[in-house]
């Protein structure tokens, strides 16, 4: 059984499609980010980082204690070599996957959510002129979609021919494009990529995990929000023990 410290956002999404793509056994921890979960010792524990998703495998292959792996890249990795599943066996089709994995963890993600931050920020009316941000990531992520658009245009799936760890890494952040200003019908090899990763039985399963703890933020206080914002945001270095 494999443990998924886990909130319903792309990255923990990342990591239930894939679970649920290879069929290993898994249960939901919820770790609440707006609660604060992640900060309290017992996950500290488990990541010093502070960023869910995590996983523990408490039947490894090796019949080793329990394996913890923090990022969801990695997790995506150990996954794939856990189950044989999603990740080629040859050389050049395996980097061609790790590659597009590791695209996704240092561009798509980073990029796409640091929009995502810029936009709500200059929306809420708060914190004064941030058209340059807005523009610096808005352009970001159109080059990033239009990027995805490029490595489509020739092949089904990001790592070639077959669908693989890269497709369920980029598709939880790639489907919220209404999200990052961007028109889908501008990149028309990612909206196909994005209809046939859809509507993948398994990962219809994996967006779905864990819905029922979605918290509806338009009923929230101001008061609630403000602490929320505290929580999530402008994190500093925290005091050795």
């Known amino acids: 059984m494999i443990d998924l410290y886990y909130w319903p956002t792309p990255n923990g999404q990342k990591v239930s499609i894939l679970l649920e793509e290879t069929g290993l056994p898994y249960r939901i921890v919820p770790i609440n980010i707006g ?45 794939a070599e856990k189950s044989g599943a999603f990740l080629p066996k040859p050389l050049k089709e395996r980097y061609e996957a790790v590659q597009w994995v590791i695209w996704q963890m240092a561009n798509q993600g980073p990029k796409f959510g640091e929009n995502g931050h810029f936009r709500r920020a200059e929306a809420s009316g708060q914190h004064g002129d941030l058209s340059y941000p807005r523009r610096r990531f808005d352009d970001e992520a159109n080059r990033l979609y239009g990027v995805m658009n490029m490595r489509l245009r020739d092949r089904p799936w990001l790592a070639g021919d077959a669908y693989s760890i890269a497709d369920s890494a980029a598709y939880p952040w790639a489907a919220y494009c209404d999200k990052q200003g961007q028109d889908i019908d501008e990149f028309v090899h990612v909206k196909r990529w994005l209809d046939a990763v859809g509507s993948r039985p398994a990962v219809q399963r994996g967006i779905e995990a864990g819905a029922e703890l979605v918290t509806d933020l338009s009923k929230l206080t101001s008061e609630e929000m403000e602490r929320r914002s505290k929580i999530l945001l402008n994190q500093r270095a925290r005091p050795l023990p």
């Open 35 to 79: 609660r604060g979960d992640q900060f309290t010792p017992e996950f500290l524990a488990l990541n010093p980082n502070h960023r869910m998703p995590v996983i523990v495998d408490r039947d490894p292959a090796e019949g080793t204690e329990p394996v913890t792996v923090i990022e969801s890249g990695a997790i995506l990795l150990y996954l």
